[in-house]
Each structure stands twice: as structure tokens, then as C-alpha cells.
């Protein structure tokens, strides 16, 4: 997921079209995190409101 402040649905449109094709290496997570952003100039600062581990 992203923010995209400035981005019109066509330009996000767009980025998919050029970029969609994006595959990366396989990984594993040990665990999933839930964070929230505050309001401030420039992004963030972004906070953890959960933790999840996730089994292996």
C-alpha cells in the first residue's frame, strides 16, 4: 500500500501499466505490523499499533 497525495487515479493508471510487471525473490516474514501515521510536513512519523508473528 502507498500514499499517493498527488497522484490522480490516471497517473497511478499509468505507473501500473509501466511497472506492473514487478516480481521479487521470494522471502519470508516473521511477522506482520499494523502502523499508523501521524500528521506532520513530509510524511510520518509512523508508529506501530501492532504486531503480528506469523507462523513458519
Known amino acids: 500500500m502507498a500514499r499517493c497525495k498527488t497522484s490522480t487515479n490516471e497517473d497511478v493508471a499509468k505507473w ?6 514487478f516480481q ?6 516473521g511477522r506482520f ?4 501515521a501521524k500528521s506532520s510536513v513530509g510524511g510520518g512519523p509512523y508508529l506501530v499499533e501492532e504486531a503480528y508473528p506469523l507462523a513458519a
Not at 16 to 21: F, K, P, Q, V
Open 33 to 36: 505490523v499494523l502502523f499508523s
Open 24 to 29: 521479487a525473490e521470494p522471502f519470508v516474514a
Open 16 to 21: 501500473l501499466s509501466e511497472h506492473g510487471n
